[in-house]
């Protein structure tokens, strides 16, 4: 299966609570990043952890990221009706390739 | 910096017409891809480049899909003939040479539809 699964595939939420999305992927990476997608708009680049590093945070973003698992987590606190988008993870496998490669996403609804 | 440049937004053609995509990379950057989107298959990479040269075009579905890159600030993908299956929004996004992290700046993509 594709590397960079992201869990669940849909996730609705009051305004005001917490999001939780999770990323599985196979291979060695060197860093793993998080975009966000806006309905019929590009990607955007949101935040990009390292494979030695554990969690990080950007704003209302917390990235966490387990190698031994091959796992990672983005938890945005305070959700916002604006945080509705789909969100992708994207890893970047080791061996020099200057290829990401992308997850289908979590949709994620935040309602007022 | 107005960011990566996609034309046309939207693009309706009928089946067995040539279609060209372009794309203005952001200035600087030296790598460039090439993305499709689609409900059923999410998000996969067609083709990229580096220095303008085509480094993996393993995406890319069939012949009829081909791509180029001229010079560092403009590259075009094109379909000939296009099929009603191509429909999909295309994206292109470019980022700067490794330096610790390969971060991709996305155009806002072009929606093809094939009728």
């Known amino acids: 299966s594709q590397q960079g699964e992201e869990d669940p595939q849909a996730l609705s939420i009051q305004e005001g609570e917490n999001a939780t999305m999770n990323c599985s992927y196979k291979t060695s990476i060197n860093n793993l990043q998080w975009y966000r997608q806006n309905s019929g708009r590009g990607l955007v680049h949101l935040i990009l952890i390292r494979s030695n590093e554990r969690e990080k945070h950007s704003g209302r973003l917390r990235v966490t990221l387990d190698t031994s698992k091959k796992s990672s987590s983005l938890l945005i606190t305070a959700s916002r009706a604006a945080d509705t988008a789909s969100y992708f993870c994207a890893t970047d496998p080791t061996g020099g390739s200057e290829k990401l490669v992308f997850g289908k996403g979590t949709k994620l609804t935040v309602n007022p | 910096d107005a960011g990566v440049i996609q034309s046309p937004r939207h693009e309706v053609t009928e089946m067995g017409q040539e279609v060209t995509l372009r794309c203005k990379p952001i200035s600087g950057h030296n790598s460039l891809f090439w993305y499709r989107q689609t409900m059923m298959r999410g998000l996969e990479l067609l083709i990229y480049f580096n220095n303008n040269v085509p480094i993996d075009d393993s995406g890319m579905p069939e012949d009829r899909f081909s791509a180029k890159m001229p010079n560092a600030s403009f590259s075009t993908l094109k379909i000939q003939p296009s099929e009603p299956r191509d429909s999909a929004v295309y994206f292109c996004?470019?980022?700067?040479?490794?330096?610790?992290?390969?971060?991709?700046?996305f155009g806002p993509g072009t929606r093809l539809t094939v009728t």
């Open positions: 996004a470019s980022s700067a040479v490794r330096t610790g992290g390969l971060r991709q700046y």
